[in-house]
């Protein structure tokens, strides 16, 4: 059974860091591209951040440029999502995502990831 677990959420004061980690497993190889994205109370579900096999390409939301940094560790079925300078807006749950062919480069949209996690809350208070 293919998961993706998240961890590495919690409750920070604005400027603090965190640093998000995602393990996929179940996958007969290793996953293709990971993303993470965010869903904060009353709004839909928005991209963050997205990484693929072998570290590139990357990509991040407007929102997070200069602040969050994904990554992969080397077996690429592991994804982390550095989040610095942190803000009360970034207060959301955030969901690790995967698609299951490698070839495929879905970017921020999230209609192409086939595999979801059950998210890890965030919580920046000012």
């Known amino acids: 059974k293919i998961q993706l677990v998240e961890s590495g959420g919690g409750s920070v004061q604005s400027g603090g860091s965190l640093r998000l980690s995602c393990v996929a497993s179940g996958f007969k190889y290793s996953p293709g591209c990971m993303g993470w994205f965010r869903e904060a109370p009353g709004l839909g579900r928005e991209g963050v951040a997205a990484v693929c096999p072998g570290g590139e390409p990357k990509h991040y939301a407007a929102s997070g440029k200069g602040r969050f940094t994904t990554s992969q560790d080397n077996t690429d079925r592991t994804v982390y999502l550095e989040m610095n300078n942190l803000k009360p807006e970034d207060t959301a749950r955030f969901y690790c995502?995967?698609?299951?062919?490698?070839?495929?480069?879905?970017?921020?949209?999230?209609?192409?990831?086939?595999?979801w996690g059950q998210g890890t809350r965030v919580t920046v208070s000012s």
């Open positions: 995502a995967a698609v299951g062919v490698v070839s495929v480069r879905p970017g921020l949209d999230a209609a192409i990831y086939d595999f």
